[in-house]
T-cell receptor, first 110, second 111 residues
Framework: DADVTQTPRNRITKTGKRIMLECSQTKGHDRMYWYRQDPGLGLRLIYYSFDVKDINKGEISDGYSVSRQAQAKFSLSLESAIPNQTALYFC?????????FGPGTRLTVL | ELKVEQNPLFLSMQEGKNYTIYCNYSTTSDRLYWYRQDPGKSLESLFVLLSNGAVKQEGRLMASLDTKARLSTLHITAAVHDLSATYFCAVDMNRDDKIIFGKGTRLHILP
């Protein structure tokens, strides 16, 4: 079984819709992250959380919000999706200098 | 602001050849990571470099870190087709596991 899981794996939505991407982990790590990947731009950090009560903005947090419901769960929300949020989204956890990535969620905003 | 630059961004090479991917970063750091990503897949951790002069090798890949030059290299020896992928370097500036990625090097190895 995968240690870091993301749901949904693929999602198509329309401009203006609210959408939530979910991440769960069984690794027992305190630190969790959300990234987006766009072709030619690498991965950019959206939000990160070092424990349940600690949430921090990353490089590109505008238009996104997060919720850390428990140590194992970290959700990313798009309150009003727009087409330039079409991307591949990755969740990750970390401990001891190493990050572990989920399988990714491919989001398309029409 | 930390910037991480990789070059080249795209590399097409023949099997059996050697080549090096470079990763430069703009501020002091002694934590650097290399990842591999296959098309449509997630990122796989290759190397974690945690000190100046660190060198790690796995198969045909070898990574090194020079913190004074703010430079890491990923060297490919006698490339094989299976190494075709996109390779990312990433830097942790503040030792807080918040890492910044380069744009990636897309490596295509011709059989």
């Amino acid at each position: 079984d995968a240690d870091v899981t993301q749901t949904p794996r693929n999602r198509i939505t329309k401009t203006g819709k609210r959408i939530m991407l979910e991440c769960s982990q069984t690794k027992g790590h305190d630190r969790m992250y959300w990234y987006r990947q766009d072709p030619g731009l690498g991965l950019r950090l959206i939000y990160y959380s070092f424990d349940v009560k600690d949430i921090n903005k990353g490089e590109i947090s505008d238009g996104y919000s997060v919720s850390r419901q428990a140590q194992a769960k970290f959700s990313l929300s798009l309150e009003s999706a727009i087409p330039n949020q079409t991307a591949l989204y990755f969740c990750a956890t970390s401990r001891n200098n190493e990050q572990f990535f989920g399988p990714g969620t491919r989001l398309t905003v029409l | 602001e930390l910037k991480v630059e990789q070059n080249p961004l795209f590399l097409s090479m023949q099997e059996g050849k050697n080549y090096t991917i470079y990763c430069n970063y703009s501020t002091t750091s002694d934590r650097l990571y290399w990842y591999r990503q296959d098309p449509g897949k997630s990122l796989e951790s290759l190397f974690v470099l945690l000190s100046n002069g660190a060198v790690k090798q796995e198969g045909r890949l070898m990574a090194s870190l020079d913190t004074k030059a703010r430079l890491s290299t990923l060297h490919i020896t006698a490339a094989v087709h299976d190494l075709s992928a996109t390779y990312f370097c990433a830097v942790d500036m503040n030792r807080d596991d918040k890492i910044i990625f380069g744009k990636g090097t897309r490596l295509h190895i011709l059989p």
